[in-house]
């Protein structure tokens, strides 16, 4: 499984952008799906967005669709999340991570590799 490295995050006022990147090295980046979830605190992991091995299917939470997007680069092994227009019930933690299949995948419990999360945190 790779080992995920991630970047980005920060403290952003509310309607103002981040990016968030994930490394990943080790074994193979594709052909397995990958997706971020994020946690707040006393709050269960939640997914946010998921993106197929080819980066041609993705699927994001209502809470951030048409805001977020997705994206990955199998030749530079790189997974990335663009968020626009934040709000400040986007603060949480952070988290990239490989799936055991191809395909898309809401269920954490399908993932297997985990990046070591970062804090975003939206003011209003």
């Known amino acids: 499984q790779a080992q995920l490295v991630q970047s980005g995050g920060g403290l952003v006022q509310a309607g103002g952008s981040l990016r968030l990147s994930c490394a990943a090295s080790g074994r193979t980046f594709s052909p397995y799906a990958m997706g971020w979830f994020r946690q707040a605190p006393g709050k269960d992991r939640d997914f946010v967005a998921g993106i197929s091995w080819t980066g041609d299917s993705t699927y994001y939470s209502d809470s951030v669709k048409d805001r977020f997007t997705i994206s990955r680069d199998n030749a530079k092994n790189t997974l990335s999340l663009q968020m626009d227009s934040l709000k400040p019930e986007d603060t949480a933690v952070y988290y990239c991570?490989?799936?055991?299949?191809?395909?898309?995948?809401?269920?954490?419990?399908?993932?297997?590799?985990w990046g070591q999360g970062t804090q975003v945190t939206v003011s209003s």
């Open positions: 991570a490989q799936s055991r299949g191809r395909i898309v995948t809401t269920n954490p419990l399908a993932f297997r590799s």
